[in-house]
């Protein structure tokens, strides 16, 4: 699909790909997490959505208690406004989610046609349905969940 990228991938991050297999695979879970992060605060809004976190926070707390006190009319229009704010973090979820996918489905098939077949680490131990040569993917997968761990824990 985005084969015709490939060329210029190749072009842009050839002094990457020159390093070794696990090096680069790492830098490019790096590059990759970091870029889907910062475009995600670029179109999302950071704020917006801590904000809607808050109002549902707000509006459960309403409803409960309007729920204990039986009042039917004040629970039904926290109800949909609870349902207006969730399709609201919906849309913005949904956003993010698209941007990913567009970045994976440019990126993966690439790294797929630069590292397939290629054992990227052996493990001194056997892992249940692995075994103990990981691919590229299964090293990618890996450098990428550090990589966002990390970062959330340093931007909270």
């Known amino acids: 699909m985005f084969e015709g990228f ?25 590059f990759l997490t970091l870029l889907v992060s910062f475009l995600g605060k670029i179109f999302e809004g950071k704020n917006a959505q801590e904000k809607i976190v808050k109002k549902i926070e707000e509006i459960r ?27 609201e973090y919906v849309r913005y979820s949904l956003k993010l989610l698209l941007i990913s996918i567009l970045i994976i489905a440019i990126f993966l098939p690439w790294l797929n046609f630069k590292y397939q077949g290629l054992t990227v680490a052996i493990l001194p131990f056997s892992l249940p349905f692995f075994g103990s040569k990981l691919s590229w993917i299964y090293w990618y997968i890996f450098a990428s969940l550090v990589v966002s761990w990390i970062m959330k824990k340093l931007l909270e």
């Open 6 to 30: 490939f060329p210029f991938l190749d072009i842009i991050f050839s002094p990457i790909i020159n390093l070794p297999p696990f090096i680069s695979l790492t830098i490019f879970a790096i």
């Open 61 to 87: 707390k309403n409803l409960t208690e309007a729920q204990k006190n039986e009042d039917k009319e004040k629970t039904e229009k926290l109800v949909k406004e609870l349902m207006k704010i969730n399709s």
